[in-house]
Every structure is written in structure tokens, then in C-alpha cells.
Nanobody, 126 residues
């Protein structure tokens, strides 16, 4: 079992920044991929970014490239999402997720991720 707990959400004006954290516990993360997704009201859950726990390689959704950065701290079993230049359309509940399966390609579908956090609200005012 893997437990994921997000924190760091809140209200920020457009153009501002926020950093989300996802503290993980339970099984070790050896070959896992950790991802961030978001879901706005009335919309499907959308892939934001992913990071390979071992290598630190990263992958981003098109809507956040150049603005968001995913990183991890192995010593603290924590994944971060640094969000800069925030826009009102970034408003959503942000979820941390873990893909515990060995795969050869980045996964952007929610069904590929085994464990999920409870979500953290991010609201960007215009």
C-alpha cells in the first residue's frame, strides 16, 4: 500500500506562484512514477506532470510546460509541483498519484495510476 497526502494549495492571484507537496508513505518507490493531475469543476481529470522516482526524468502536459516544475526529494519521500505564472484556468483540485508498474513510456491516463491522494484545491483569481 502507498499513502499519498497533498498540501500547499490555496488562493493566489493570476501571475503568482504556489508549490504543492505530496508526502508518500508505505511501500518503497524504487521504479515508481509519481504524477500530478488536476480536475476543474465539470471537467475530466487532466494530466499535469510526472517524474521517475529513480532517474528524476520528467514529463509535462502541454498546458503547463515552461510554467510548472515537478521534482522529488528522495530523503523525504516527497514530490513537489512548483507552479509559476499561474492563470485562472489553472484553478482545479490537484491530485498526486503513483504508478507502481514497470512501463516503457510515460503514462497520462488516470487508469494507469494505482494510488491517489485526497486532492488539494488551487484557486487562481483574475
Amino acid at each position: 500500500q502507498v499513502q499519498l497526502v497533498e498540501s500547499g494549495g490555496g488562493l493566489v492571484p493570476a501571475g503568482g506562484s504556489l508549490r504543492l507537496s505530496c508526502a508518500a508513505s508505505g511501500r518503497t518507490f524504487g521504479s515508481y512514477v509519481m504524477g500530478w493531475f488536476r480536475q476543474a469543476p465539470g471537467k475530466v481529470r487532466e494530466f499535469v506532470a510526472a517524474i521517475s522516482w529513480n532517474s528524476g526524468n520528467t514529463y509535462y502536459g502541454d498546458s503547463v510546460k515552461g510554467r510548472f516544475t515537478i521534482s522529488r526529494d528522495k530523503a523525504k519521500d516527497t514530490v513537489f509541483l512548483q507552479m509559476n505564472s499561474l492563470k485562472p484556468e489553472d484553478t482545479a483540485v490537484y491530485y498526486c498519484a503513483a504508478d507502481t508498474n514497470l512501463r516503457s513510456a510515460w503514462q497520462v491516463r488516470t487508469s494507469r495510476y494505482d494510488y491517489w491522494g485526497q486532492g488539494s484545491q488551487v484557486t487562481v483569481s483574475s
